[in-house]
């Protein structure tokens, strides 16, 4: 088995790749998302991010299988990364020399597609791939292509995002310590430094605070000169301009930095106010010196804060518009393409050739209702909570309104009590009322006409909203599972949709402050509930 050869620059590659600090690291949703869009675009069973290390490669999301790394010798995407500006397509991998004797290809597991995506950096490295398998031949649309190289480069984007990410929390770590170090010592030091200087410009007295700071005794400067302790110049140029002002009567405020013997450089605010015996005559100067380095650097916390929120807000931007525009593009090519192929060529086509391009526009479909969820679910976020009081019957009535079509082709009912009114978002309500009742019609069993009941409670401060429906149920093992993105209990053929539904309606119910339950029993049907908190003065 030819074993694929190390990049000219692999050992600056791998140095970028352990420099991301990503590896070995737990799943997380985003890299799942861009596994299950690469699946879903590419119709395959298996979809990855890959990322080759120096002797394996490991998956940092996996979808159809269940190993978390092989051997590099093994790694298909070892032989796509030496080509990181071209998307690696194999049809048939038995019929590829370099494959053809790979144990994976040869043995049980009997892989025949493989196309991988390299994952470049923007200084040219190749790390791994987002790639997709199958066991059997097959042959990918050119806009699937570039739908999986985007897939890559969004990649590339979060894997920068997370080094980041991981950076700043440590430098928070950091900071927090010293900062804890720096206000225990504040603590310690109890109150500001105070000194009184007469005209001579001689120290008459001085705070514990005052000595703590430069580390020296009281006898040590009382009754002696600021130029001699300071030092002339350090006197001339940084003080003696402001006690001048303020032995002529002006009370002084400024912010230097000032370099003290035991506690380094601080950044001070100084409040000079003239002294006046009772005949109003000056007879010197109380100068207060606030230590505000804290401060300081609290603010300058605060600003890479908010820039760095700025920089988050910025890539939830830029997700958003994937998704909308370069997402969008090769999905609305994939239908509207299969459509003109259908009306057009459909009947003169071979019947396999007619059951694939139903596929091919079925999964378009699919991919264009998960992008729509997706969205959804993304822009909630950045939803402006607008609550208020709704009327929860009237908003029933226009959910069953926008639920028409489907009630008619399901034959299904939504049946509902008088309800409350609650205090919430109505637009967001009305999408989590859209999917629950919408998952009760899709889930109904066999040759029974699906019910969904709508009724209303009150308990322990929430407004429950409960949504029941006759359908399939859920087993008890499953009901924890339900809520997260992209979940799905049964294949596509049985029961269509996206697998985002559910985990809008409680992200919609967290927004509110609530949450979203449910109680099921399999062949009986389900109950799901929101529950919305109480506003105060709300009606019982």
Known sequence: ???????????????????????????????????????????????????????????????????????????????????????????????????????????????????????????????????????????????????????????????????????????TAEATRLQHEQLTAMAISGLDLQVYVDPQYVYQHVNDTFLDYWGCGRDDVIGRRLPDHLGEQAFREGIQPHLDRALAGETVSYQRKVHFPARGSRHVQVALLPARNPQGEITGVVLRAQDVQDVREREAHLRETVTLLE?????????????????????????????????????????????????????????????DDLLKYVRLDRHALSTGPVDVTRLVDQVRDDLASALALAQGQVEREQLATVQADASLLRIALQNLVSNGLKFARPQVPPRVRISASRKDGFDLIHVEDNGIGISS????????????????????????GLSICRRIAALHGGHLSVQSEPGVGSRFTLHLPVAHGTPS
């Open 477 to 500: 093992e499953h009901q924890a599972g339900i809520f997260d993105m992209f979940k799905r209990l049964h294949p596509r053929k049985q029961h269509t949709g996206s697998g985002l």
């Open 1 to 171: 088995m030819p074993i694929a050869l190390h990049p000219a620059n692999e050992a600056q590659r791998l140095a970028r790749l352990h420099g991301l600090g990503i590896l070995d690291t737990l799943p997380q949703k985003a890299f799942d998302d861009i596994s299950a869009l690469a699946q879903v675009i590419c119709g395959t069973p298996v979809a990855m991010v890959t990322l080759i290390d120096r002797d394996r490669q490991w998956f940092k999301s996996r979808i159809g299988v269940d190993m978390t790394e092989t051997s590099r010798e093994l790694a298909f995407c070892s032989h796509a990364i030496l080509d990181p500006d071209h998307v690696t397509v194999v049809e048939d991998m038995s019929r590829d020399p370099r494959f053809l004797d790979n144990p994976l290809v040869s043995g049980p597991t009997h892989v025949r597609f493989y196309a991988g995506a390299p994952i470049v950096t923007d200084d040219g490295f190749a790390l791994g791939t987002v790639c997709v398998v199958d066991l059997q031949e097959r042959q990918l649309h050119p806009v699937q292509l570039d739908a999986l190289s985007k897939l890559s480069g969004l990649v590339t984007s979060l894997l920068e995002h997370e080094k980041a990410r991981l950076n700043e929390v440590a430098r």
């Open 311 to 371: 920089q988050k807000t910025l890539e939830q931007e830029r997700f958003i518009h994937i998704i909308s525009h370069d997402l969008r593009e090769p999905i609305n090519s994939i239908n509207n393409f299969s459509s003109l192929l259908a009306s057009d060529h459909q009947p003169d086509l071979p019947p396999a050739a007619q059951r694939y391009l139903d596929f091919v526009r079925a999964g378009g479909q699919r991919m264009g209702a998960l992008l």
